[in-house]
């Protein structure tokens, strides 16, 4: 099946490259996100993730290449105008009240929608006269989205910003999150360790190690290019001997051997083909320093005038 768009991406990186003195964070980074997608973006420490989020924020300038956010270049006027960033370090001033911060956010911000910044805060039950320096961090992080969505980004950008919040009120940041994104099509890519949480939520993945991308697309068509295969330790010569297969990982474990991999052609009942959970993609990926790269389709950058699914 072919899909033809003519909107711009939310988010296309062409050979982009950022050089800090020690050396480079990201390195030849291209891939683009489709707009209305909700993105993980997943690495380990020192990936390169905050760095990639920065440049598409406008807060940092490529090395090298390019990023644009819906065709303009990511630090041009009209595409922060239309982004928000919301990082762990939530920048809201303590003193004042909760009507206040939104109130900020009105005054700077020329598009603002007063009522889904207060639909947010009262989702959350957070009184619109306390003071954010007495709110918990549940309450902070709320008011935080609340000015971030206020802006109704086209694009939303989350360095883990949930991090410090226990499960139940991360689960409920979450429904709210993609309650306001389904509601206005936002586009968002939120970083984040919690493997688990990340399935269910998102639909497409981008996941960096050591500042270069391995994987980007959507995810079921990433999950659909992978079969978790395995056999008994004595029989694990049969693991090695599929055809033409990637392999991305091999471990061994009570007396079994499993190994993650990318066929290209049929595979026999006898190493037991599953496709593997997003959980097992991704952990498989970040456990293997140099696992083969894969761009499905979708995330090609360059290719959206004409995708095959
Ligand atoms: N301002 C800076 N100056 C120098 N080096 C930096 C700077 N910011 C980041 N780095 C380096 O760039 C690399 C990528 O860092 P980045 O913060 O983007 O990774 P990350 O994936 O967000 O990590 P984490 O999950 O720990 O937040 C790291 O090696 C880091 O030390």
């Given at each position: 099946?072919?899909?033809?768009?003519?909107?711009?991406?939310?988010?296309?990186?062409?050979?982009?490259?950022?050089?800090?003195?020690?050396?480079?964070?990201?390195?030849?980074?291209?891939?683009?996100?489709?707009?209305?997608?909700?993105?993980?973006?997943?690495?380990?420490?020192?990936?390169?993730?905050?760095?990639?989020?920065?440049?598409?924020?406008?807060?940092?300038?490529?090395?090298?290449?390019?990023?644009?956010?819906?065709?303009?270049?990511?630090?041009?006027?009209?595409?922060?105008?239309?982004?928000?960033?919301?990082?762990?370090?939530?920048?809201?001033?303590?003193?004042?009240?909760?009507?206040?911060?939104?109130?900020?956010?009105?005054?700077?911000?020329?598009?603002?929608?007063?009522?889904?910044?207060?639909?947010?805060i009262a989702a959350g039950n957070v009184p619109m006269d306390a003071r954010v320096g007495t709110l918990s961090g549940g309450q902070r992080t709320r008011v935080a989205f609340a000015l971030a969505l206020g802006k109704r980004p086209r694009l939303l950008l989350l360095d883990e910003p949930m991090a410090d919040l226990d499960p139940l009120v991360r689960r409920q940041m979450t429904d709210t999150l993609m309650t306001e994104a389904a509601r206005h099509g936002s586009t968002v890519v939120m970083s984040s360790h919690l493997v688990s949480e990340l399935e269910g939520a998102c639909d497409f993945l981008v996941l960096i190690n050591n500042g270069t991308v391995r994987l980007a697309g959507d995810v079921a068509e990433l999950i659909g290019a992978h079969r978790t295969v395995s056999a008994p330790d004595a029989h694990a010569d049969r693991l090695a001997k599929l055809p033409g297969q990637t392999t991305v990982e091999t471990r061994s474990a009570g007396g079994r051997t499993t190994a993650l991999i990318r066929p290209r052609g049929p595979l026999t009942a006898d190493v037991e083909p599953v496709l593997p959970s997003l959980e097992e993609l991704l952990l498989a990926h970040l456990r293997t320093d140099d696992a083969p790269p894969l761009i499905t389709p979708t995330a090609r950058a360059g290719a959206r005038r004409e995708v095959t699914v």
């Open positions: 099946m072919t899909n033809r768009t003519d909107s711009p991406d939310a988010l296309e990186a062409v050979g982009l490259g950022r050089r800090y003195r020690r050396g480079w964070a990201l390195r030849d980074c291209s891939f683009r996100l489709p707009a209305g997608r909700i993105c993980a973006l997943v690495g380990p420490n020192g990936a390169g993730k905050t760095t990639l989020l920065s440049l598409a924020a406008g807060l940092l300038e490529p090395s090298t290449g390019t990023i644009r956010l819906g065709g303009q270049a990511a630090r041009s006027a009209e595409a922060r105008q239309h982004t928000a960033f919301l990082s762990q370090e939530k920048a809201l001033y303590t003193r004042f009240r909760v009507s206040d911060t939104l109130r900020i956010g009105r005054e700077l911000n020329p598009i603002w929608h007063q009522e889904t910044a207060e639909r947010v």
